[in-house]
Antibody, heavy 123, light 107 residues
Framework: QVQLQESGPGLVKPSETLSLTCSVS????????WGWIRQPPGKGLEWIGW???????KYSPALESRVTFSLDTPNNQLSLKLISVTAADTAVYYC?????????????????WGQGTLVTVSS | ETEMTQSPVTLSATPGERATLSCRAS??????VEWYQQKPGQAPRPLIY???TRATGVPARFSGSGSGTEFTLTISSLQSEDFAVYYC?????????FGQGTKVEAK
């Protein structure tokens, strides 16, 4: 059974860069889409984007000027970088495997999630 | 961006009761809707894909329906482990968007 674990600094200063890693165990990152979703404390969920194992990416228009995804295939890891952070970027950040294929609709959806990691933006 | 609006915000119910949660999309999304359950301190758990298909391992008491702009998640007989926050999400257009959630709490 695949397991995902997010890691990174819990505290980032405003205007700096938020960097997170998602380590995947029990399966390969190959042949899958991988998503990043975040959730501000006490609030709802927001898609940041996804990355395919080939490196193709798609970002939310609200964040695409500041966010970059990457892969480290030999180490079975994916990464997120978000530049110029503000307090509004304070959230629990989740990585997810988009392992469910909806044949009728031609879409991939999350079937496995990490536990999430809280990142606070504060000076 | 397609806005998803859920109602009610909070639903108070007792075990054994039927719970009906609603989700409305700001534009038609066909049946490209998923439902997730989230408990405190946990990641969301997929419940329903394609508006009405249960995810693997989801009990039959959970059912989804709807198309276009109106969707419903029904829990036929609430169990204690069902008290949680439920989110709908459209995946018809990018970016995928979630509703704000419905909290199902014990009365």
């Amino acid at each position: 059974q695949v397991q995902l674990q997010e890691s990174g600094p819990g505290l980032v200063k405003p205007s700096e860069t938020l960097s997170l890693t998602c380590s995947v165990s029990g399966g390969s990152i190959k042949n899958y889409y991988w998503g990043w979703i975040r959730q501000p404390p006490g609030k709802g969920l927001e898609w940041i984007g996804w990355i395919y194992y080939t490196g193709t990416t798609k970002y939310s228009p609200a964040l695409e000027s500041r966010v970059t995804f990457s892969l480290d295939t030999p180490n079975n890891q994916l990464s997120l970088k978000l530049i110029s952070v503000t307090a509004a970027d304070t959230a629990v950040y989740y990585c997810a495997r988009l392992g469910h294929f909806d044949e009728g609709r031609g879409r991939y959806s999350p079937d496995s999630w990490g536990q999430g990691t809280l990142v606070t933006v504060s000076s | 961006e397609t806005e998803m609006t859920q109602s009610p915000v909070t639903l108070s119910a007792t075990p054994g009761e039927r719970a009906t949660l609603s989700c409305r999309a700001s534009q038609a999304v066909s049946t490209y809707v998923e439902w997730y359950q989230q408990k405190p301190g946990q990641a969301p758990r997929p419940l329903i894909y394609g508006a009405s298909t249960r995810a693997t391992g989801v009990p039959a008491r959970f059912s989804g329906s709807g198309s276009g702009t109106e969707f419903t998640l029904t829990i036929s007989s609430l169990q204690s482990e069902d008290f949680a926050v439920y989110y709908c999400q459209q995946y018809y257009v990018w970016p995928r968007t979630f509703g704000q959630g419905t909290k199902v709490e014990a009365k």
